[in-house]
């Protein structure tokens, strides 16, 4: 090998780390784990209150229970218990009785809220957080979901199904950049800073019908895609799939590469199983989003319920 070659290939060698570097410390500060929480703001949320017309909501969240489909291992289990000696015996001499509830769960399953400490590059997460100093059994000692401040903001939602013209797009289907435009402007809608953006491609009304098909593949967001949404500085990307971006992914030596892309390099969150065939059928395709997710000390998910309102 010459001279020119060999310095060539390092000058590769050394771009490569310093692209896979230059992604941390966070633009929104060095210290910050809230990433692009920080595009929220009071002004958004009176603005996002201005869009409620007509009084309408819509529970976004799809039902979570043991027939549920969840990705790989994970599952739900639900036991309903009674109080005193288990046998439902009455308290006090207005006899009363009651239920109580025990959970054994997965907490990414059904719909859900990937945060920060989800998915990372190498074992390192968003704003360079390592592995070794974050992760421990008992829960994740930086970027939780618990310490996320509720989530209410202008929603949109773009109708994939309109623009490929099919009540259900094919698994391994990708939207990107040129479809999420043109999709803009055939909605009469433009995606903003502290929006949250949330699609549908009608892979959800495979659930309960073919859940094996479901969880196997989907269509969904692409990286150019990705690129485009977070240089809008969005809140959040949530979709009607179980993992908001295409499966197979269009490299196909890449696992799950829009995933760290968002959560890692962007600091942008992840929202999976929405459940937004009403607000589509409505076209409801602005709307004030609100989410108060459940605070589960050290959790790196949690399910939930947004809320939109119309």
Same mark, same amino acid.
């Given at each position: !090998?010459?001279?020119?070659?060999?310095?060539?290939?390092?000058?590769?060698?050394?771009?490569?780390?310093?692209?896979?570097?230059?992604?941390?410390?966070?633009?929104?500060?060095?210290?910050? =784990?809230?990433?692009?929480?920080?595009?929220?703001?009071?002004?958004?949320?009176?603005?996002?209150?201005?869009?409620?017309?007509?009084?309408?909501?819509?529970?976004?969240?799809?039902?979570?229970?043991?027939?549920?489909?969840?990705?790989?291992?994970?599952?739900? #289990?639900?036991?309903? &218990?009674?109080? /005193?000696?288990?046998?439902? =015996?009455?308290?006090?001499?207005?006899?009363?009785?009651?239920?109580?509830?025990?959970?054994?769960?997965?907490? /990414?399953?059904?719909?859900?809220?990937?945060?920060?400490? *989800? !998915? @990372?590059?190498? *074992?390192?997460?968003?704003?360079?957080?390592?592995?070794?100093?974050?992760?421990?059994? =008992?829960? &994740?000692?930086? &970027?939780?979901?618990?310490?996320?401040?509720?989530? +209410? =903001?202008?929603?949109?939602?773009?109708? !994939?199904?309109?623009?490929?013209?099919?009540?259900? &797009?094919?698994?391994?289907?990708?939207?990107?950049?040129?479809?999420?435009?043109?999709?803009?402007?055939?909605?009469?809608?433009?995606?903003?800073?502290?929006?949250?953006?949330?699609?549908?491609?009608?892979?959800?009304?495979?659930?309960?019908?073919?859940?094996?098909?479901?969880?196997?593949?989907?269509?969904?967001?692409?990286?150019?895609?990705?690129?485009?949404?977070?240089?809008?500085?969005?809140?959040?990307?949530? #979709?009607?799939?179980? /993992?908001?971006?295409?499966?197979?992914?269009?490299?196909?030596?890449?696992?799950?590469? +829009? *995933?760290?892309?968002?959560?890692?390099?962007? @600091?942008?969150?992840?929202?999976?199983?929405?459940?937004?065939?009403?607000?589509?059928?409505?076209? @409801?395709?602005?709307? !004030?989003?609100?989410?108060?997710?459940?605070?589960?000390?050290? #959790? +790196?998910?949690?399910?939930?319920?947004?809320?939109?309102?119309?």
């Amino acid at each position: !090998m010459n001279r020119i070659a060999y310095a060539l290939i390092l000058l590769a060698s050394i771009a490569s780390i310093s692209e896979e570097e230059d992604w941390y410390p966070s633009k929104y500060g060095a210290d910050d =784990t809230l990433g692009a929480i920080n595009n929220l703001s009071a002004e958004g949320v009176v603005k996002a209150a201005q869009l409620v017309k007509i009084g309408k909501t819509y529970p976004l969240g799809v039902l979570t229970g043991r027939e549920t489909p969840a990705y790989g291992a994970r599952t739900f #289990s639900l036991t309903v &218990l009674q109080g /005193g000696d288990g046998t439902g =015996t009455a308290f006090g001499t207005n006899r009363a009785t009651g239920n109580d509830d025990l959970i054994f769960t997965w907490i /990414g399953i059904g719909s859900q809220i990937d945060g920060l400490g *989800h !998915m @990372g590059i190498d *074992h390192v997460y968003y704003n360079g957080f390592k592995a070794e100093d974050i992760v421990a059994p =008992t829960g &994740l000692k930086e &970027l939780s979901t618990d310490k996320l401040p509720p989530i +209410v =903001t202008r929603g949109v939602l773009l109708d !994939m199904t309109r623009y490929f013209e099919t009540s259900m &797009l094919e698994e391994g289907t990708a939207y990107n950049s040129k479809e999420i435009q043109e999709q803009e402007e055939a909605q009469g809608i433009e995606i903003g800073k502290g929006d949250v953006v949330l699609f549908y491609t009608g892979w959800i009304n495979l659930q309960g019908e073919d859940n094996e098909r479901m969880m196997s593949s989907a269509p969904g967001l692409g990286m150019d895609g990705a690129q485009y949404l977070a240089g809008k500085e969005v809140v959040a990307i949530g #979709s009607d799939t179980w /993992g908001l971006e295409v499966v197979p992914a269009e490299n196909p030596t890449e696992v799950f590469p +829009v *995933h760290p892309y968002l959560l890692a390099k962007q @600091g942008i969150y992840i929202l999976e199983n929405m459940d937004v065939r009403e607000l589509a059928k409505d076209e @409801g395709w602005e709307f !004030m989003f609100v989410l108060g997710q459940p605070r589960f000390e050290g #959790s +790196v998910q949690a399910v939930i319920n947004p809320v939109a309102i119309r």
